[in-house]
C-alpha cells in the first residue's frame, strides 16, 4: 500500500488527528508564552532576583512582567519583542555581565511609560504632565521606583 492510497482510505483520521495535534500544539505554545511572562519565571536568573524581590512587595505585585516590558500595540511586535528580550536576557544571563543593577534603556523606558500610560489612561486623563503635556517621558521619571524599588528592600515607603 502506498501513501495515497493510506491517506485516501483514513482521511478522516488523519485530518482528525491534524486538528488534534494542532489544538495541542497552540494550547502549549499558549501556555507557554503566558508562563514565560510571569514573575516566578523571570525571577529564576540570578540577574533579575533582586528585581523579582522588590517586585513581590510592590502595588503592581497582581501584573506579570510583560505587561510593563513589552509592547501592546499589535500582537506580532509584542511576540518579534519578546523573543528579541529573551534571547537578549539570555545572552547576558549566560555571560553573566549583567550589572549589580539593571537600568532600562531609553526604548525600554519609553515602552514601559506606553505601559503605563495605557493602564493608568483614566487616571491620566486629569493630570497635566510635564513641558508640553508630553507625557512619554514622565512616567518613569516620576515613578521609576514604584514596580521595583519603593518598599522595604529598599529603605522606602510602598505607595498604593
Excluded at 486538528?19 to 502549549?28: D, E, N, Q, S, T
Excluded at 511572562?37 to 506579570?64: V, Y
Amino acid at each position: 500500500m502506498n501513501w495515497k492510497d493510506l491517506i485516501e482510505k483514513h482521511t478522516l483520521k488523519c485530518l482528525a488527528g491534524g486538528f488534534v495535534v494542532g489544538v495541542a500544539f497552540f494550547g502549549i505554545a499558549g501556555a507557554m508564552l503566558h508562563a514565560t511572562g510571569t514573575p516566578t519565571f523571570c525571577g529564576i536568573c540570578h540577574s533579575m532576583q533582586h528585581e523579582a524581590e522588590t517586585f513581590k512587595l510592590s502595588s503592581h505585585r497582581n501584573l506579570d512582567c510583560v505587561e510593563c516590558h513589552l509592547p501592546h500595540d499589535n500582537d506580532a511586535h509584542y511576540l518579534i519583542e519578546k523573543g528579541r528580550t529573551g534571547m537578549v536576557d539570555m545572552y547576558h544571563e549566560v555571560m553573566r555581565d549583567y550589572p549589580e543593577r539593571i537600568e532600562l534603556d531609553a526604548s525600554a523606558r519609553k515602552m514601559v511609560s506606553e505601559n503605563c500610560l495605557r493602564c493608568h489612561e483614566s487616571t491620566m486623563s486629569y493630570v497635566r504632565t510635564g513641558v508640553g503635556g508630553d507625557s512619554a517621558e514622565d512616567c518613569v521619571k516620576c515613578h521609576s521606583r514604584i514596580a521595583h524599588g519603593s518598599n522595604a528592600l529598599e529603605g522606602g515607603i510602598q505607595i498604593q
